[in-house]
Structure formats: C-alpha cells, structure tokens
C-alpha cells in the first residue's frame, strides 16, 4: 500500500544559515520508494497535501505533477 508522509529536513540557505524545509517522503508498505525534499517552510501545508495525496490514493508516478502544481499555487 502507498502511503505520503512530511519529510523534515534542516538545510543551510544561501548563505549558510540554517531553516527547516518539508517534502514528501513516499512509501510503499514499509520501503521508501521516491521523496521530494524542500517543497515548503510550511509544515501545515505539506501535511495537507499528504493528507490528499493518501485519501486519494494517488499513484506515485503523478507525484511530480503534484508537486509541480503545488509549488506554482502557493
């Protein structure tokens, strides 16, 4: 079974400071298949979209596209 889960990560910016950004992290059964990092500072929002993408039972192969769609919408 797929699932979405928030990815956090702590990386350094431009010049060299430090921030928390989420991604997706994306599992089938208990094996990490494909993870998009730094889409978002905002945790809320990441978990939404994961909320969705779970509900809807969303292919991975279309993530990319989700993501993309994402990004530009917010």
């Given at each position: 079974?797929?699932?979405?889960?928030?990815?956090?990560?702590?990386?350094?910016?431009?010049?060299?400071?430090?921030?928390?950004?989420?991604g997706i992290k994306v599992y089938d059964?208990?094996?990490?298949?494909?993870?998009?990092?730094?889409?978002?500072?905002?945790?809320?929002?990441v978990k939404q979209l994961c909320d969705?993408?779970?509900?809807c039972e969303l292919d991975p192969i279309?993530?990319?596209?989700?993501?993309?769609?994402?990004?530009?919408?917010?």
């Amino acid at each position: 079974m797929i699932r979405y889960e928030v990815e956090t990560k702590i990386l350094p910016d431009e010049n060299g400071k430090q921030y928390v950004g989420y991604g997706i992290k994306v599992y089938d059964g208990n094996k990490l298949i494909n993870a998009v990092s730094d889409i978002s500072l905002n945790y809320d929002e990441v978990k939404q979209l994961c909320d969705r993408l779970n509900e809807c039972e969303l292919d991975p192969i279309h993530l990319p596209d989700v993501v993309e769609d994402f990004l530009v919408l917010n």
